[in-house]
């Protein structure tokens, strides 16, 4: 028999091991954070909330390098020429584009040319075969035309600039496609807000219809309205940015004339062109 005293003796043996182990898990612990190197950036510690501070005024997260860098970048380049602007546009934001399908069947980014300075602008709808093959706008027969009516100005290339709104040759020349817009006049924007034109002129319906953001509007009617091209970019209030456009017609559509209907057209052209110069000299 026995009075139970041996099972105490065990039990309070059985606890003083434990409490001993415990002891020495707590003492290894805080011997091995107190020989720790102290770093050198004590971490940052962010004071706790009080009861009265609310979810919403408690401190927001200290924003991404990225963000930092992006910011950083895009209130240096407010310095820049319009030729650095068009220049940065060109090799790191459109790159290489393979926004949209057009990338596929391209044979270049036909990007833009001319006068980063320039009053007056040209913008086409988009690259056709020779401009696909020379990664230049307008250089096939609808651009010598244009050419011709610059002279006809006394200006040339050199004095304007001239884009299209989709960088990328559609295949078959196919009208562009509205996700192909979406994705591309981002850049045709950018190049806008670069150059500052005076005046943009539209060639054709479609590029007239893409830059005042009306949907089936005539050209006829688009050449009698005063329109604008809304420049401001997506951080700013619409409209904060206009910029006069003119629409007229596109010099293939005049060569497609002939006889009396392509002297007036031509005539009709000359006296929009004009209309563009006398804009961006009031401007
Ligand atoms: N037509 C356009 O709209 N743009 C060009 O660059 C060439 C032809």
């Known amino acids: 028999m026995t009075d139970g ?7 309070a043996r059985a ?6 182990r415990q002891r020495l898990a707590y003492d290894t612990r805080y011997l ?6 102290t770093p050198a950036t004590p971490p ?3 004071p706790a909330p009080t009861t009265a501070q609310s979810r919403s005024a408690r401190p927001k997260p200290a924003p991404s390098k990225s963000v930092d860098a992006k910011a950083a970048l895009r209130s240096q380049a407010e310095s820049w020429s ?8 060109r090799k790191k934001n459109v790159g290489d584009c393979r926004r949209c399908g057009l990338c596929q069947t391209r044979q270049n980014i036909v990007f833009g040319v001319g ?4 009053r007056i602008m040209f913008v086409g709808e988009a690259p056709g075969a020779d401009e696909d093959r020379k990664g230049e706008p307008f250089v096939g027969k609808a651009g010598q035309l244009l050419d011709r009516w610059l002279v006809e100005l006394g200006m040339s290339r050199a004095d304007v600039y001239i884009a299209n709104v989709l960088k990328c040759r559609p295949p078959g020349n196919r009208d562009p496609r509205p ?44 050449r009698g309205a005063r329109l604008d091209y809304d420049a401001s ?27 009396e209907a392509e002297v007036g057209a031509t005539q009709m052209v000359m006296a929009d062109l004009r209309r563009a110069l006398d804009l961006a000299a009031e401007a």
């Open 5 to 11: 005293t041996d099972s105490l003796d065990g039990i």
């Open 15 to 20: 606890v003083a091991l434990h409490l001993r």
């Open 32 to 37: 091995r954070v107190r020989s720790a190197p």
């Open 44 to 46: 940052q510690v962010r």
């Open 82 to 89: 319009a030729a650095t602007k068009l220049e940065y546009l």
């Open 115 to 118: 006068n980063p300075e320039a």
């Open 179 to 222: 996700d192909e817009v979406e994705r591309c006049s981002p850049f045709l924007r950018a190049q806008i807000r670069a150059i500052r034109p005076a005046a943009v002129v539209a060639l054709g319906r479609h590029a007239g219809m893409l830059l005042s953001r009306r949907d089936d509007m005539s050209l006829r009617a688009m």
């Open 233 to 259: 970019s997506p951080k700013e209030a619409p409209r904060s940015l206009l910029i006069p456009l003119v629409v007229t017609y596109h010099p293939a559509y005049v060569l497609r004339q002939s006889g």
